[in-house]
Each structure stands twice: as C-alpha cells, then as structure tokens.
C-alpha cells in the first residue's frame, strides 16, 4: 500500500445535488505548497461514492473512510496547470443520492502520494440549482515534505572570504536554488530572512543557507533559523541595474544607488532636480519602477 500523507487544506463551497435526475459535479480549483506558490505537473483524482448508511453530514463536513460505503464509484481525473489551476468533472448516474462521499488524492509530479481526505456532502432545494449543473471548490495545499526533492549534492562550502558584499551575494546568487534575492534580519539572534524568487525550491535553499550561516556567521551570530518570503527578483539582477542607475549619474537625477536587500529593491537617492528626470530614463535603462526604492524629492 502506498504511503498517504494527509492535506494540510481543503477549502469548500456549498455544492448543490439534483437527486432526480443524472447530473455533473465539476471540481475545481488551484494547488499550492505552503508558500502559496502553484504545483503545476500535480495529478488530481476525485471519486464520488455513496454514504454510508446513518451518516448525517451537514452541508461540508469532513469524514473518515469508514463513513463512505464505496457503492457505485465514479471517478474522474486532470492535470494541475502551470498556473495551479485543476479541474474536474464527474458524471453522476441517476438516481443521484442526496448525500454523496468525495474521495480526493493528490499526487505531486514528485514524491509522496497526498490522500484521500473523505467530504461528504448534503443537497439543496432543486429550485435552487442552477442549469450549469454542480460544483465544488477545492483549494489544495501540500505539504513541504511531499516534493521529495532529491539531495542530489551537498550543500556547497563558501570560500574562505569576499572581497565585497557583492562578490558574496553573488557567490550566493550560485550557490542558493531557487533565485537567490537577498537576506536580512531585524536583530542579533533572530532568524534569518531570504527572497526567493521560486519558493518550490525553499527546502533545497534551506540546507544550503544553514550550512553557509553556520560555517560564516552574520553580524549578530548564526542565526537559529532561515524563513523565506517571495521576491521579484533575483539579487543578479538587482546589482545590474543597481550598476546601471550608477552609470547613468546626475543625467537620470541619481545621487546615489544602493542595494536595499530587505525591500528585494534597489533604493535610489534623488538629486535635487526630482524623480522626473530617473522616470524619463527608466525604460530606455531597461528597469522597472516597481524595483526602485525612491527617496527624496
């Protein structure tokens, strides 16, 4: 038997059930790890199976698999997309039951299966349906651990020393899956916060980062944890056009340029003249102005 780990979430919209007659049930929704980030590739099966007999359910309520007889299964299956989304649709034979069991699994394009977690579900007043036929909506979270993703090698080990922070940030930018864009903490002793631009690759990134804390302490000692958050963009790209605003000078109003690795942002000090002159240039310079921290006038 396969190994199951469960759902951390399933969110569900009140389904509607036509007992008389034969009907579709559509299922519907996205899947995402715990970072909010879509598993595309995912495969989702859903299987409608009778109550079992003296089950009372309200109108969403959780159960477990001893509360579905598995009378008359019917089942469908889709493919998660690239933007998380899923859908599926289930042809109902009549007579329709007005209570229904939906067995849902999860498998992810890599590692443990997820599943199934049992719903079942009452009807509602047919004046209430609509002609487009039933639906349920599945928001699907999956776990950190059901990626399975391989250590295929150890995490590297930094150099002995950089000669400057930006020959360490792109050490870093190498070295960290998941495109690396920047850390920073509020204080001495507190975890650690890193962007990335691929939260799916956080587990990866983590080993790695623990191991270059450990081995080149921060100001303010090794840290005791690394917590992500999602960056734009990748530290690379933020020293080039970090580059390119100090290259354009007074002729863009750029007083200064510098790396603001807490924003996930390069901050520009405005000359005298105002930001009219740095907005004018942005897209010949190639630099969106939503990468910019402005300050001054």
């Not at 009907?23 to 099966?45: K, M, N, Q, W």
């Not at 000692?221 to 933020?238: A, S």
Request: proline share 12%; aromatic share 6%.
């Amino acid at each position: 038997m396969r190994p199951m780990l469960p759902l951390l979430l399933l969110l569900l919209c009140r389904p509607a059930w036509l007992p008389a007659q034969a009907r579709s049930l559509t299922a519907y929704g996205i899947v995402t790890d715990l970072f909010g980030t879509p598993v595309p590739g995912a495969r989702i099966g859903v299987t409608a199976v009778d109550v079992s007999p003296g089950v009372e359910p309200r109108e969403r309520t959780a159960v477990g698999p001893g509360q579905c007889s598995g009378a008359r299964p019917t089942s469908a299956g889709a493919v998660v997309g690239a933007d998380g989304r899923f859908r599926v649709v289930l042809r109902l034979d009549a007579p329709v039951p007005a209570l229904l069991c939906l067995a849902v699994e999860v498998v992810p394009p890599r590692g443990t299966p997820l599943g199934p977690i049992y719903l079942a579900m009452d009807s509602v007043e047919a004046g209430k349906l609509t002609a487009a036929g039933d639906s349920v909506r599945m928001n699907l979270i999956v776990p950190e651990g059901s990626f399975g993703v391989p250590d295929e090698n150890p995490p590297p080990a930094p150099p002995a020393s950089f000669a400057s922070e930006d020959e360490e940030l792109v050490w870093l930018a190498r070295a960290v899956p998941g495109g690396f864009g920047g850390y920073w903490r509020p204080g001495p002793n507190q975890p650690m916060n890193v962007y990335l631009t691929d939260m799916t690759l956080a587990p990866r990134a983590k080993k790695v980062l623990l191991k270059y804390f450990h081995l080149r302490p921060p100001t303010g000692g090794e840290p005791p944890d690394v917590q992500f958050m999602r960056g734009r963009w990748d530290v690379l790209t933020l020293i080039g056009w970090r580059d390119r605003l100090r290259a354009a000078g007074a002729a863009a109003g750029v007083r200064a340029a510098d790396l603001r690795l807490d924003w996930n942002r390069v901050q520009v000090t405005m000359r005298a003249e105002g930001r009219s002159p740095l907005l004018a240039r942005l897209p010949a310079l190639g630099i969106p102005q939503a990468a910019l921290f402005l300050v001054g006038r």
